[in-house]
T-cell receptor, first 118, second 114 residues
Framework: AQKITQTQPGMFVQEKEAVTLDCTYD???????LFWYKQPSSGEMIFLIY??????QNATEGRYSLNFQKARKSANLVISASQLGDSAMYFC???????????????FGKGTKLSVIP | DTAVSQTPKYLVTQMGNDKSIKCEQN?????MYWYKQDSKKFLKIMFS???????INETVPNRFSPKSPDKAHLNLHINSLELGDSAVYFC?????????????FGPGTRLTVL
């Protein structure tokens, strides 16, 4: 069975500093995808970044980067130069295989609440 | 130019009622999903449809029935609502399998059952 673990229920970071949100995963399938989503207090789920299990390089999207350590089964999100608008819940999620016709399940972690301090 | 939209955003109703949540996507995606987020913020998949065909059907009470009139729409109908159905329901969509077949989520519908 697939599992995503986010061990930090809450994190604080000073504005303009970098922060790392931890995510570890468990799967025996060699092919999988890892996603990070942001959920601000307004409630929507915003896609941030994706890493495929066969990707050689760590994914980056603007101020977001994914520190992918395959042997450790970790996929930590790094946010550089934190901004007040980064305060939100952050969810790590994993896709393993497909259920058919392109459908797949995302297995989510419990989330980390990030608070950016001015 | 909303990508995935849901209506209504808020839904307050009494136990025992029947209600529907509508979802539409204009991304040209073939696959659509329903997720439930509970009070502890935990997200779990309920259903997925590909081009109007049910693909994923997780362990969900049969009071919940998804309906897809076309590949751009996926509605969720809930019969005989119970207190435990109170949650935020998210619709999502994705392209068929590929390297970056990311699921894009709608804004969510907060359902409160009194």
């Amino acid at each position: 069975a697939q599992k995503i673990t986010q061990t930090q229920p809450g994190m604080f970071v000073q504005e303009k500093e970098a922060v790392t949100l931890d995510c570890t995963y468990d799967t025996s399938d060699p092919s999988y995808g890892l996603f990070w989503y942001k959920q601000p207090s307004s409630g929507e789920m915003i896609f941030l970044i994706y890493q495929g299990s066969y990707d050689q390089q760590n994914a980056t999207e603007g101020r977001y980067s994914l520190n992918f350590q395959k042997a450790r089964k970790s996929a930590n999100l790094v946010i550089s130069a934190s901004q007040l608008g980064d305060s939100a819940m952050y969810f790590c999620a994993m896709r393993v295989g497909y259920s058919g016709a392109g459908s797949y399940q995302l297995t989510f972690g419990k989330g980390t609440k990030l608070s950016v301090i001015p | 130019d909303t990508a995935v939209s849901q209506t209504p955003k808020y839904l307050v109703t009494q136990m025992g009622n029947d209600k529907s949540i509508k979802c539409e996507q204009n991304l040209g995606h073939d696959t659509m999903y329903w997720y439930k987020q509970d009070s502890k913020k935990f997200l779990k998949i309920m259903f997925s449809y590909n081009n109007k065909e049910l693909i994923i059907n997780e362990t969900v009470p049969n009071r919940f029935s998804p309906k897809s009139p076309d590949k751009a729409h996926l509605n969720l109908h809930i019969n005989s609502l119970e207190l435990g159905d109170s949650a935020v329901y998210f619709c999502a969509s994705s392209l068929p399998s590929g390297r970056k077949d990311t699921q894009y989520f709608g804004p969510g519908t907060r359902l409160t059952v009194l």
